[in-house]
């Protein structure tokens, strides 16, 4: 059964720390794996996209990895900002899938002053 | 630039009571998606329009119809509310059919069915 699974489900840092969410998968045949930000009361908006070529993509404080090896993503947060408070949400392609997209449960981060 | 909007932003409806939810995007995408998301659980896909005229089931459709009026425009109707179907709606696009975009969200529908 194609899966996505995040941790931690929740986590607290105090604002200008690093930090570092997890996501497994276990889709397969794997076609790309996104992460999006859903802030409260609005929709995810996406952060980045990797196909299972690239490793890293940056965006701005945001570093994703991909190995799609061991079927395991990283979303690194650099310099947390109160405005990084937000649900994480991991998401995979499936090839055979086309449209379809598998979501993750999310994380929520909260950055505290 | 709106992107995709999503009306109402909350309804409350008695089962058995019929609604539908509009969603508009200007971008000028090909396809479109109803999504619901539930406490504790990831987004779920009810129903997706390829391109113009066609329209597919997702994960989770029954109860649900929906209609491609346009390019712009993607409606889902409720024709009679179950409690079970109380969640929040969010309307997407994207360029082609999704493989390699991101798809683009509205803010939502905040549905309770009393």
């Known amino acids: 059964k194609n899966q996505v699974e995040q941790s931690p489900q929740s986590l607290i840092i105090l604002e200008g720390k690093n930090c570092t969410l997890q996501c497994n998968y276990t889709v397969s045949p794997f076609s790309n794996l996104r992460w999006y930000k859903q802030d409260t009361g609005r929709g995810p908006v996406s952060l980045t996209i990797m196909t299972f070529s690239e490793n890293t993509k940056s965006n701005g404080r945001y570093t994703a990895t991909l190995d799609a090896d061991t079927k395991q993503s990283s979303l690194h947060i650099t310099a947390s900002q109160l405005s990084d408070s937000a649900s994480y949400i991991c998401?995979?392609?499936?090839?055979?899938?086309?449209?379809?997209?598998?979501f993750g449960k999310g994380t929520t981060l909260s950055v505290s002053s | 630039n709106a992107g995709v909007t999503q009306t109402p932003k909350f309804q409350v409806l008695k089962t058995g009571q019929s609604m539908t939810l509009q969603c508009a995007q200007d971008m000028n995408h090909n396809s479109m998606y109803w999504y619901r998301q539930d406490p504790g659980m990831g987004l779920r896909l009810i129903y997706y329009s390829a391109s113009e005229g066609t329209t597919d089931k997702g994960e989770v459709p029954n109860g649900y119809n929906v209609s491609r009026l346009n390019k712009r425009e993607f409606s889902l109707r409720l024709e009679s509310a179950a409690p079970s179907q109380t969640s929040v709606y969010f309307c997407?696009?994207?360029?082609?059919?999704?493989?390699?975009?991101?798809?683009?969200f509205g803010d939502g529908t905040r549905l309770s069915i009393l």
């Open positions: 998401v995979v392609s499936a090839e055979q899938a086309g449209t379809a997209l598998i």
């Open positions: 997407a696009s994207s360029p082609l059919g999704g493989y390699y975009q991101p798809q683009h």
